[in-house]
């Protein structure tokens, strides 16, 4: 964006915002007044859309820039300007020394024709394969379909992957999430990408998944160099291979599922001939250098202009169209048009109040569009913009006529549901251009607003309300404020984490002389029946009868637990509407326990809803404190210091004597850095964080650079140990502060450091829904994302405290430590829903027979 342009907008966006705080109580005392006649409700409540199951955009609907990937690492130790392309040196470099001449598109035999077979990746264990296979190849194909009509920014709805030996479908709506897993094959510069006409599909890429291309061959490209009369893909198909494709399938609407015969063909069609194409394509290329050049030297010259101009498509940056008022554009354009286009220059489109109209409408329709997420031509056409300014209607049945006139489809849903609105704006009771925003967006998102929040308008709300801090407003209605976008925060949070499905089944497992073993999830119940272990003995509700002898009956043990039907609610209130799990025993504990004791899971894993949650978290944190002094083992990494050093060390074993591994690391790297050049009293502070670590002693440079790796995962290590030097940019603290796009990052797949994220499968679950762990607790909601939080969690801590345990005390320790936590958690909520059988003092003891899902030597085939 433009300096200048981002200064008008700024205004623009302030004087809305002082505008707002004005309006938004006005408006909604009249709307008070009015309820009685038509409370709307937005069609979105009921209209599901497939964007709607994403749990992260990184463009979103907001009026703010959009984000570029930001590689952590520069060789340099420097800082990139903020949204420069992440893979520009690496493009550079491609376009200074061309690599084209060493990739061949195709090897050995090859069949032109498409085979019958393709692969469709839906799951994220698919999409992992996937990207195996092509890490493993020279060159791929690539096409991408976006959808445009029902989404603001459009969202890419299928990529299409050909290798020479298979055509792979990538559904990237149920993918949309972990898309990252293919960013690495992408920006290897060892793998040429083969496109055709990739200008938008490179841009779709970065936008919705931040995956960058590097190394790229585009045919539409050669076809310029090679001056061939036509550059289309189809007629390449055509001439090249003698295929023909209906290129009016391009239009198609690619969210469908399944998607039809048809459109798995021309789906397959653009990229299964592309490696083919740019075979024979770069024969020509070299062909034509050799003809065209008298030395050697520059008989590639042709090969390698085409390779030039493709990976300039690379560079290329996706960047959010910004304009100095809302919908000013399309309405400047369409005054223009309507006023070019009437000869008699009639005196509507002369009249201001046209014009006046046309701009209401237009800044209107791009609100709306956003707030839905909806295309603005889906929300409102072009041409019955012109139509509503043009007749100025005064009654709902008159909007409906004159939108239904100017339209060959159908009136959106939009309208259909805030009919009102399109009232006010042409009876021009809603006010003038600059307030109509502000008041639209209160009506819609506001504290009784009328429409859903979702993950692409949250941070229009955000960016509304944080400007609003800023301003004059009063603190009263600040508070009022603040507290509306913590209840949002906290409904969007629901809607994340909350279990998408009910977790407990409450299917039966049987023994064979029909004594009930325990109710579980439909899961459990098919990988018995799946591998003929047991019989169906009733459809609805399941139940099984095991058809081998199990070790054990519940009774027998005293586990009556297992054979309590649960319910899901919220075991501390009783709340049916949402409940996230929670684990009773903290996961940096849990995880280091012997494999047996672990198995027994659902009786300390609990539905709670997002309050009870909240107070169950903080206290297990304040537990963990006391474990840690109780113990005298820190919750965070400390070096461990020899006795020696120790005792005359000043400070005892007190919970704070640990440094945080964040924090050592920031200080360390800061005096690497800048060590002789920072003020002395900032040094000496930075001194004192790194010298707590090292128990008080002096420290050298050399413990500065092992202090960098405190708290780094193996993986992180590694890197870092490979380049040596301290070149190694720390993550600042504190750098997120809750907007939605500061955690578009996303984390690194699995936190090795304290395995949380590596806990798979428990008992009381099956649905798949999610949990947090110990970092992504409601206190703070927005940034919980990154998981890389938890490498910097109480991992390390938890180990020693379960190795310790296991050393003194056994497994009886062990066990032990678990009634802790469970009294812990009573107290802390005095739950009154826990499932009959729940018990403070539960054994755990359980065993697992030969065939039983948990016995660990079966856990392998489970998967
Ligand atoms: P293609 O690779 O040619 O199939 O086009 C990729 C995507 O671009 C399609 O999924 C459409 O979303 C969009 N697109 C391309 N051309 C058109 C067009 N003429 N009209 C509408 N959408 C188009
Ligand atoms: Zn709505
Ligand atoms: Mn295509």
């Known amino acids: 964006m433009v300096v200048n342009e981002k200064v008008k907008l700024a205004i623009t966006v302030a004087s809305l915002v002082a505008a707002t705080i004005l309006l938004a109580a006005e408006y909604r005392r009249r709307r008070r007044r009015k309820q009685t006649s038509s409370p709307s409700s937005c069609y979105l409540h009921s209209d599901m859309k ?40 690496e493009i550079t470099v491609l376009l200074e020394s061309p690599r084209l001449d060493e990739f061949e598109f195709l090897r050995g035999e090859y069949s032109l024709e498409m ?10 264990s698919e999409l992992k394969k996937l990207a195996e296979t092509l890490a493993k190849e020279k060159v791929f194909a690539v096409d991408t379909e976006q959808h445009s009509l029902r989404s603001f920014l459009g969202f890419t709805a299928l990529i299409q992957i050909s290798t020479q030996e298979e055509d792979f479908l990538v559904d990237t709506i149920a993918l949309h999430d972990v898309m990252s897993i293919l960013r690495p094959v992408f920006s290897n510069p060892d793998i040429c ?89 770069t024969a020509e290329l070299k062909q034509l250098g050799i003809e065209d050049s008298s030395s050697t030297d520059d008989k590639f010259s042709f090969l390698l202009e085409a390779s030039r101009r493709s990976n300039m498509i690379c560079l290329q940056l996706y960047t959010k169209e910004t304009e100095d008022f809302p919908g000013n554009a399309a309405a400047s354009s369409l005054i223009y048009r309507h ?3 009437h000869e008699d220059n009639s005196s509507i489109s002369l009249d201001p109040k046209f014009q006046e109209l046309v701009r209401e409408l237009c800044a209107w329709r791009d609100l709306m569009a956003r707030i839905h997420d909806e295309s603005t031509r889906y929300v409102l056409s072009d041409q019955a913009v012109i139509a509503l300014a043009s007749n100025q209607p005064t009654t709902p049945e008159q909007i409906h006529d004159s939108i239904s006139q100017a339209d060959s489809a159908s009136e959106s849903a939009v309208i259909t549901s805030h009919l009102d609105d399109v009232h006010q704006l042409t009876q021009h009771k809603l006010g003038k251009l600059d307030v109509i925003l502000p008041l ?109 002898e199990p070790k054990g009956r519940p009774e027998d043990e005293g586990n009556d637990f297992y054979i309590q039907s649960k319910k899901n609610i919220c075991v501390g209130c009783g709340e049916g509407d949402h409940y996230l799990r929670y684990r009773i025993i903290p996961s940096c504990y849990r995880v280091h326990f012997p494999e047996h004791l672990k198995s027994h899971r659902s009786h300390d894993i609990v539905l709670l809803c997002v309050d009870c949650h909240e107070v169950a978290h903080a206290a297990a944190e304040r537990y963990k404190k006391e474990v840690a002094k109780e113990f005298g083992i820190p919750l965070f990494v400390r070096r461990v210091l020899d006795s020696v050093e120790c005792e005359s060390s000043a400070g005892g074993d007190s919970e704070d004597a640990g440094v945080s591994p964040l924090h ?77 796009e500061e955690h578009s990052e996303e984390a690194p797949p699995g936190g090795d450091m304290n395995g949380e994220s590596s806990v798979v499968g428990d008992d009381s679950g099956g649905d798949g829904a999610p949990e947090l762990n110990d ?37 009886d320790g062990v066990r032990d430590f678990c009634q802790r936590w469970r009294k812990v958690f009573v107290d802390a909520l005095h739950p009154r829903h826990l499932p009959g059988g729940w018990d403070v003092t539960h054994s755990g003891r359980r065993d697992f027979g030969e065939f039983s899902v948990y016995n660990p030597t079966k856990k392998v085939s489970t998967g």
């Open 50 to 89: 497939p964007q709607f199951g994403f749990k992260r955009v990184l463009a979103d609907n907001s009026y703010s820039g959009f984000k570029h990937l930001k590689k952590k690492k520069l060789e340099d130790g420097g800082e990139k300007p903020s949204n420069s392309h992440p893979y520009e040196s």
């Open 115 to 124: 085979s019958g077979s393709y692969v469709w990746v839906e799951t994220e």
């Open 193 to 281: 990408k083969v496109f055709h006409g990739a200008d938008n599909d490179v841009i779709w890429l970065q936008r919705d998944f931040h995956i960058y291309v590097v190394n790229m061959f585009d045919t539409a490209k050669a076809c310029e160099v090679l001056a061939k009369p036509q550059r289309s893909l189809a007629y390449l198909l055509e001439s090249v291979c003698g295929v023909s494709t209906n290129k009016l399938l391009q239009r198609e609407d690619w969210r469908q599922r399944p998607l039809s015969e048809e459109m798995v063909r021309y789906a397959r069609t653009d990229a299964h001939y592309l490696l083919y194409i740019a075979d024979s394509m």
């Open 339 to 341: 006023l070019n286009g």
């Open 440 to 548: 639209v967006l209160d009506k819609c998102l506001g504290t009784e607003g009328t429409c859903p929040i979702s993950v692409f308008n949250y941070s229009l709300l955000i960016n509304f309300n944080t400007k609003l801090t800023t301003n004059r407003s009063t603190p009263k209605r600040r508070n009022n404020l603040k507290r509306f976008t913590r209840k949002t925060s906290r409904d969007l949070f629901v809607k994340k984490f909350s279990c998408k499905a009910p977790v407990y089944h409450n299917c039966r497992i049987y023994a064979n002389d029909g004594r009930l073993l325990c109710y579980c999830d439909r899961r459990k119940l098919e990988w018995y029946m799946s591998r003929g272990l047991a019989k169906l003995v009733e459809e609805d509700p399941l139940a099984i009868m095991l058809l081998f």
């Open 664 to 740: 050592l690391r920031t200080a360390a790297m800061a005096l690497l850095r800048h060590g002789n050049r920072m003020p002395s009293s900032r040094r000496e502070e930075l001194l004192q964080t790194v010298k707590m670590y090292y128990g008080g002693r002096e420290i050298s440079e050399e413990d500065l650079e092992k202090a960098l790796l405190i708290g780094m995962s193996p993986h992180e290590r590694r890197k870092l140990e490979r380049k040596k030097g301290v070149t190694v940019s720390v993550k600042q603290e504190n750098s997120n502060n809750g907007s939605v």
């Open 775 to 811: 970092t992504q607790c409601n206190g703070n909601i927005l940034h919980q994302q990154n998981s890389k939080l938890s490498l910097l969690g109480h991992g390390p801590h938890g180990k020693q405290v379960v190795e310790y345990l296991l050393k003194e005390y056994g497994e």
